[in-house]
């Protein structure tokens, strides 16, 4: 793991990013028709991206500090 990485001060963060998150996200089901569409980061439900609906591709959907995380093994595998 790269030295100057804090395990500790990563995942207070994330727990913090959890907390702040929790319920804020919109649920794109609920918007009318041709409404841009809203993703969320699968960890800690930080906003990653707001894309038109009729976007190609795949959104992002883990935040960076989350793929940090996810790399160094921290978190589950998405």
């Not at 969320?40 to 795949?58: D, N, Q, R």
């Amino acid at each position: 793991m790269d030295s100057s990485f804090n395990v500790e001060v990563a995942l207070e963060q994330f727990r913090k990013r959890k907390v702040d998150n929790q319920g804020k996200q919109i649920d794109n089901s609920s918007l009318r028709a041709g409404s841009s569409m809203h993703y969320y980061c699968k960890f800690c439900g930080e906003h990653t991206e707001t894309l038109p609906e009729s976007h190609f591709g795949a959104p992002k959907v883990i935040c960076d500090p989350c793929k940090v995380l996810n790399d160094h093994g921290l978190i589950p595998k998405g």
